[in-house]
């Protein structure tokens, strides 16, 4: 599904040079739930980044289905990350200006789906994620946890191919983040969406399939687990 070659970020500025990742090799499987590791600063956010086609390497190869896409056209990136691409980010990324139902239509705005069509599927999603009942509140009316079930809700929306999840929970308490993190279990387990997500939090990781572990830009260990329901 996904397949990362020699992968190497340099961030440089003016005065400083970065080495954020460094001769990175992995291999997302169709299906799997990955979660990834390590210490702040090691290059789990930049590896997702890249991932997703939100950042380009310094150098190396990104396969996406037997396709080679890093450095394309950005028009080229987007349509692909639209299409095939869920983000769920740390803190959110909602819309404050948007109620809850439109900011997991917006992903189907920009693939020119009708505004019927729109509807139905936006409702599908946040029923699947248990907020039916709050489609015309304000992201600024929810909890953490309901906020990042709509940002769950605007990643499916799409029924994209693969989720890429930045600290899922990394901004809730265990019982919200346990709950997120079976949301995530169903999806891959139920809808068979790949999933790649980075945690801080041993427990979740021990949940997912594969927990791959990195230090300094570097990936130096893996384990594999049977991925289960809570
Ligand atoms: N835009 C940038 N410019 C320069 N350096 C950057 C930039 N973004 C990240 N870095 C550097 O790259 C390294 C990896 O950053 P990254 O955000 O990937 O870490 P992380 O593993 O996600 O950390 P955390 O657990 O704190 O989120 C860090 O040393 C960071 O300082
Ligand atoms: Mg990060």
């Known amino acids: 599904m996904i397949k990362l070659t020699n992968l190497e970020k340099v961030y440089r500025t003016s005065s ?3 080495l954020a990742l460094h001769n990175v090799n992995l291999e997302v499987e169709k299906g799997e739930f990955l979660s990834i590791m390590g210490p702040s600063g090691c290059g789990k956010s930049t590896l ?9 390497p310094t150098s ?8 080679a896409v890093a450095n394309l056209p950005d028009r080229e990136l987007a349509r692909i990350r639209n299409r095939k691409l869920g983000f769920i980010f740390q803190s959110y990324h909602l ?13 189907l705005i920009y693939r020119k789906v009708s505004g019927a069509e729109r509807k139905k599927l936006a409702l599908a999603a946040l029923e699947k994620v248990g907020l039916s ?3 015309k509140h304000y992201p600024n009316q929810l909890s953490g946890g309901q906020r990042q079930r709509v940002a769950i809700a605007r990643a499916i929306v799409g029924q994209p191919e693969v ?7 990394g901004n809730l308490d265990s019982v919200m983040g346990e709950e997120i993190m079976n949301i995530l279990l169903q999806l891959n387990q139920q809808d068979g969406t790949t999933i790649v997500m980075v945690t801080h ?4 990781a021990k949940k997912t399939g594969r927990l791959i572990r990195f230090f300094d830009g570097q990936q130096v260990n893996t384990e594999t687990y049977a991925a289960q329901l809570s």
């Open 16 to 18: 400083i040079q970065t």
């Open 48 to 56: 997702l980044n890249i991932m997703g086609l939100l950042d380009n």
């Open 60 to 67: 190396g190869q990104i396969l996406l289905d037997g396709h």
């Open 95 to 107: 819309i404050p200006d948007l109620n809850v139902l439109d900011n997991v239509e917006l992903p």
């Open 133 to 135: 009942a709050r489609t």
């Open 163 to 169: 989720i890429l999840a930045d600290e899922p929970t």
């Open 201 to 204: 939090d041993e427990s979740q």
